[in-house]
């Protein structure tokens, strides 16, 4: 079963208005981190924003900030007063239980493009 | 300039070469990572190295072969490779927090673009 799905593959969105990238997830443990990354056509993963499952609040980082619902299971990312430079793809990943060092758990990502 | 830097960007390779990738982090961070990104599939860990100490070998065949000769440095030998292992690698590095429920931000590089003829 996948651990986190994104169900959108592609999006288009209007220059300046909000976009909101859906990512749901299946964990059966308690500590967790759930992270966004953006990945441009040139291939580099950039991270974006981060959320602990301990966290009371919403994180957020600048126009982007993540809706996370825990008892959903639902950690979608927000950006607000989107720009041309905000199309890329767009990935959700999870990493189950804090400390050392352990891979993340990618989703397969949602394609943005905004239009002018 | 990015934190992790990847060379090559492009590698084109016959299946009986032998080739490296390398990765060389900028950020003083204690443990890198190996990725492969194929088309349609979402990102697959491959190897993790915490302190040069390899931690985790994600069920990699073995013409792959990981080397952290220091915590800057991460290499991936590659030899005998198949037509399905053309993908993006991308080498990613963290600095990893000991104990507790403390989460490490990982950073990647711009990843080698790999195909296997």
């Known amino acids: 079963a996948q651990k986190i799905t994104q169900t959108q593959p592609g999006m288009f969105v209007q220059e300046k208005e909000a976009v909101t990238l859906d990512c749901t997830y299946d964990t059966s443990d308690q500590s967790y981190g759930l992270f966004w990354y953006k990945q441009p056509s040139s291939g580099e993963m950039i991270f974006l924003i981060y959320q602990g499952s301990y966290d009371e609040q919403n994180a957020t980082e600048g126009r982007y900030s993540l809706n996370f619902q825990k008892a959903r299971k639902s950690a979608n990312l927000v950006i607000s007063a989107s720009q041309l430079g905000d199309s890329a793809m767009y990935f959700c990943a999870m990493r189950e239980s804090g400390g050392g060092a352990d891979g993340l758990t990618f989703g397969k990502g949602t394609h943005l493009i905004i239009q002018p | ?117």
């Not at chain 2, 090559?8 to 299946?15: A, E, K, N, Q, S």
């Open chain 2, 1 to 117: 300039e990015t934190g992790v830097t990847q060379t090559p960007r492009h590698l084109v390779m016959g299946m009986t070469n032998k080739k490296s990738l390398k990765c060389e982090q900028h950020l003083g961070h204690n443990a890198m990572y190996w990725y492969k990104q194929s088309a349609k599939k979402p990102l697959e860990l491959m190897f993790v190295y915490n302190f040069k100490e390899q931690t985790e070998n994600n069920s990699v065949p073995s013409r792959f072969s990981p080397e952290c000769p220091n915590s800057s440095h991460l290499f991936l030998h590659l030899h005998t490779l198949q037509p399905e292992d053309s993908a993006l690698y991308l080498c990613a590095s963290s600095q990893a927090v000991a104990g507790g429920h403390g989460w490490d931000i990982q950073y990647f590089g711009a990843g080698t673009r790999l195909s296997v003829l």
